[in-house]
């Protein structure tokens, strides 16, 4: 069954009328626009995002829909680091480290805890530098990604040559 759009998102609706069948994807799965993936009851589905999500696939999208039987997207929990800020200097430590390695971060559970996925020189840096953290077992859903580093896209501004030397940076409105 070829899928082309998302249908929104479980967490918007009453499931508790519906047949939800799970695609079980790992985190680093989300990403994609374009996968063969067989959902739990063993059911094929072709997805080819004509709009895929800039941040990716998020816990509950809904790829399937028709009467009451859904076909949703579930992440699996894995074992990510943890690390609990103290202060807005410890935020600005733990993103600058965790980007400076290109790693994924996610936003936890308020805005001074922050996940990543569990590698062990990561958790070695933050004890070296002071940072609590801890090891855990938790869903990276895409909805709580702060980092973006993905296959650039197109950017939303145009860069032009200007007659008097000057750069100039356009949005897509057009203003300065």
């Known amino acids: 069954m070829p899928i082309e759009i998302l249908k929104g998102n479980l967490s918007d609706r009453d499931v508790s009328k519906l047949w939800v069948d799970y695609i079980d994807l790992q985190w680093y799965d989300t990403r994609k626009k374009i996968a063969r993936w067989k959902t739990r009851s063993g059911e ?33 929990p894995t074992e990510v680091l943890c690390a609990y800020a103290c202060s807005t200097s410890e935020v600005a430590k733990i993103c600058y480290e965790i980007g400076n ?35 855990l077992s938790s869903r990276l859903d895409s909805s709580k990604r702060i980092s973006v580093s993905m296959a650039h896209t197109e950017p939303n501004f145009k860069i032009q040559e200007s007659p008097n030397l000057k750069i100039a940076i356009r949005g897509e409105s057009g203003e300065k």
């Open 44 to 76: 094929e589905i072709a997805m080819r995002l004509i709009q895929a999500p800039k941040m990716g696939l998020s816990q509950g999208d809904i790829l399937f829909e028709e009467g009451n039987k859904v076909i949703a997207i579930n992440i699996l």
């Open 101 to 135: 390695r290109h790693m994924a971060l996610f936003f936890g559970s308020n805005e001074f805890e922050f996940q990543t996925p569990f590698e062990k020189p990561i958790k070695v840096l933050l004890d070296k530098l002071g940072i609590k953290n801890a090891v």
